[in-house]
């Protein structure tokens, strides 16, 4: 699976959009962008995943760049429970039984 | 539809005691996964299965054994807990369509060895 580079922390400020990039320039073709959230001490919760097309559900919207090098998850009006860490993990088919955690971003929200 | 049930919540041991950790689902996944999480540190996986019967190593699996003999129950053994295996314990399970829908963790089990 592709190796994902995200920013170890980022701040936003309430009811503001939050936006945490995140860099998979060895991405297949085959390969799926997700991403997932842990609240402190919760396991972790999905949140979105995509493969080429920009995605939006009622959590949040995934943006990946035409090339599929870099991915960006909009939080569109962050409420302070959102903070949390968060991973973008590369999944693909043939590996997709597994989910490799790197650090992740650790996203604080302002009052 | 309770999603990934984890027993016990808490759990204390001894040093060289054995114990099983409980995951089950009711969601018909056929992926199941056990993670441990240390303090400040990001998840690691321990073993997968991808539907009964089959099981694997992740990528720290020493010290702990899992079976899966139903698609709902994947339980987690240590063989003879030693400090180091303190740690916060994850299950989680999936969908195993084509991309498919995330995993759905459980609450997970605090361990504490001493």
């Known amino acids: 699976d592709a190796k994902t580079t995200q920013p170890p922390s980022m701040d936003c400020a309430e009811g503001r959009a939050a936006n945490l990039p995140c860099n998979h320039s060895t991405i297949s073709g085959n390969e799926y962008v997700y991403w997932y959230r842990q609240i402190h001490s919760q396991g972790p919760q999905y949140i979105i995943h995509?493969?080429?097309n920009n995605e939006t559900n009622e959590m949040a919207s995934l943006i990946i760049t035409e090339d599929r090098k870099s991915s960006t998850l909009i939080l569109p009006h962050a409420t302070l429970r959102d903070t949390a860490v968060y991973y973008c993990?590369?999944?693909?088919?043939?590996?997709?039984?597994?989910?490799?955690f790197g650090q992740g971003t650790r996203l604080t929200i302002n009052p | 539809n309770a999603g990934v049930t984890q027993t016990p919540k808490f759990q204390v041991l001894k040093t060289g005691q054995s114990m099983t950790l409980q995951c089950a689902q009711d969601m018909n996944h056929e992926y199941m996964s056990w993670y441990r999480q240390d303090p400040g540190m990001g998840l690691r996986l321990i073993h997968y299965s991808v539907g009964a019967g089959i099981t694997d190593q992740g990528e720290v699996p020493n010290g702990y054994n899992v079976s899966r003999s139903t698609t709902e129950d994947f339980p987690l053994r240590l063989l003879s807990a030693a400090p180091s295996q303190t740690s916060v314990y994850f299950c989680?399970?999936?969908?195993?369509?084509?991309?498919?829908?995330?995993?759905?963790f459980g609450s997970g089990t605090r361990l504490t060895v001493v």
């Open positions: 993990i590369v999944r693909g088919i043939q590996g997709a039984q597994k989910l490799v």
């Open positions: 995509g493969l080429k």
């Open positions: 989680a399970s999936s969908y195993s369509g084509r991309g498919g829908l995330g995993y759905t």
